[in-house]
């Protein structure tokens, strides 16, 4: 996933995660599609399938099982896999018995109606029933078609050590809760990933420690809406929690002081941040200590209080100005990111006018953006007509990439001359003899490597910038 001033779909930037193994055994083909949540449930996937004794490979026609975790949060993210669901049909050809199993949230979406709509698939698993897999692996085996999408209120996989895949060996996803309580009226979420749960900080703080252990410098905490992030013994007790229960349960801010105390060196990030419940404590936590980033992801999804009511978003356009504005109070150093759709139902030229006026008083580092897609069995779906066409959506679209575009280079070009923390990640794209890395604001920086090696930290005085990145020199 890249950041920048480019439209960005991450529900259709697929890549194969499949790693080599070593262990003797039937070769497991694995691949991801959607956020990071499902990249974090990869590891989780991959794990199960590795203590049973499989093996990985990265060439799908090598495989005895191809896997596929799935997205379904707009339509064009389920029409690339099923596109790729075409590609892996060759491997039925070289070897009959292989399998072929649908993971994820189109699998939770469509359930066992996907067998019916996809005939070469044997497997469909829903994200909460990834430990059934080797059984589901088992029926499929013996000439069954296998579907287990049974959602659950308590499931976080908590005590599972994933297998980190496709990693740099420097940054690393936690999964810190599951599941969806808002009912956004355009999402699917809730839909797909079940009720929202919080997993016991206790195994959050071990897979933590356990991955600066590992060399990681870096752990990004992940949830649908970190902000309502509580752990007061588990389940969906916050449902039935008392005022006074609730003030002694761990929240957010208090999670993230935890993992920021792992250590100094440990650096700390997190997503998604909800408007309607990001509140002060979490931005003084932040501010608090060097090695959380000062970098939020605030999606604001419409500048205009009608629209957002519309989507059930629980804030106003003020609200939301105001937040931004307690961010800005509180760390004027941070850096801001935010999603927005067009084209949203009845949205109007007016109100579409009102998400550009947000947009140049907030002027967001970066931000992705959509055009709105109608979603099956969503509130939306329901109540609202899909009126705006497809032209004006894009339309709509082009103006406000073309107004992040300019905002994102005013931001970084605002970040040349100064001096940056860089934690290097990776060998540059660009050229072999560059490092790359970000910075605390999630901006990548480029330098040449030197002495230094990935998992450093270094001060970069950058010199000069492209439209999103820094470039510059170790000082
Ligand atoms: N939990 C996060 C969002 C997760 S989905 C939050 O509330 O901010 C990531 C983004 O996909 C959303 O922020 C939204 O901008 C976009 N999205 C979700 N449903 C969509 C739909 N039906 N059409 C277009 N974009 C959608
Ligand atoms: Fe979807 Fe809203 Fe939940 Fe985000 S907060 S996952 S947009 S329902
Ligand atoms: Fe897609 Fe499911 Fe994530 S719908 S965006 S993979 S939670």
């Not at 792992?262 to 200590?289: G, W």
């Not at 004027?332 to 006018?353: K, N």
């Amino acid at each position: 996933m890249e950041f920048g001033n480019k439209i960005i779909d991450e529900s259709v930037q697929g890549s194969a995660i499949a790693k080599e193994g070593n262990i003797e055994g039937k070769k497991l083909f694995l691949e991801s599609y959607g956020c990071q949540m499902n990249f974090a449930d990869s590891e989780v996937v991959a794990s199960i399938l590795i203590n049973k004794g499989f093996t990985t490979t990265q060439n799908f026609l090598e495989a005895d099982i191809i896997f596929v975790n799935t997205c379904a949060i707009r339509e064009n993210a389920e029409s690339k896999i099923r596109q790729r669901l075409q590609d892996y049909k060759k491997v039925k050809k070289k070897n009959p018995k292989a399998l072929i199993g649908v993971l994820g949230c189109m699998a939770e979406r469509l359930k066992s109606e996907l067998l019916e709509q996809e005939k070469l698939v044997d497997i469909v698993v829903g994200p909460d029933a990834y430990r059934d897999l080797p059984n589901l692996i088992e029926i499929a085996e013996g000439g069954q078609k296998a579907v287990n999408v049974i959602l659950s209120k308590e499931e976080t996989y908590a005590d599972i050590s994933p297998v980190r895949l496709d990693h740099n060996g420097v940054s690393a996803f936690i999964s810190i809760m599951r599941g969806c309580d808002n009912m956004c009226s355009f999402c699917v979420v809730p839909f797909t990933r079940g009720r929202e749960r919080s997993r016991d900080p206790e195994s959050i703080i071990k897979e933590a420690k356990e991955a600066f252990d590992a060399g990681y410098r870096e752990v990004t905490l992940l949830g649908q809406n970190v902000d309502s992030f509580i752990w007061s013994g588990g389940g969906l007790k916050k449902d039935i929690l008392t005022d006074e229960q609730k003030a002694n349960a761990i929240n957010f801010a208090q999670l993230l002081e935890m993992v920021a105390k792992i250590n100094p060196d440990l650096r700390v990030r997190f997503s998604t941040s909800h408007p309607k419940d990001m509140c002060d404590d979490v931005l003084h936590t932040m501010a608090k200590y060097e090695n959380i980033c000062k970098y939020i992801h605030l999606p604001v999804q419409s500048g205009c209080s009608e629209v957002l009511e519309k989507m059930n978003r629980g804030y106003s356009r003020e609200w939301y100005l105001d937040r931004v504005a307690a961010i800005r109070r509180i760390m004027p150093d941070a850096a801001i990111s935010s999603d927005i759709i067009t084209g949203f139902c009845g949205e109007s030229e007016e109100q579409h006018q009102q998400t550009l006026s947000l947009m140049e008083e907030v002027q967001y580092e970066f931000a992705y953006m959509f055009a709105y897609s109608e979603r099956p069995k969503t509130l939306a779906e329901r109540k609202f007509t899909d009126d705006v066409s497809a032209e004006i959506k894009q339309k709509r679209l082009a103006e406000i990439v073309n107004m992040q575009r300019k905002h994102s280079e005013i931001r970084t070009k605002q970040n040349v001359g100064k001096i940056h923390k860089v934690l290097i990640e990776s060998i540059s794209k660009k050229s072999k003899d560059m490092f790359s890395g970000r910075n605390s604001q999630n901006i990548t920086v480029v330098f040449p490597k030197e002495k230094y090696k990935k998992g450093d930290y270094v001060n970069v005085f950058a010199s000069s910038c492209t439209s999103s990145t820094l470039i510059g020199e170790v000082v």
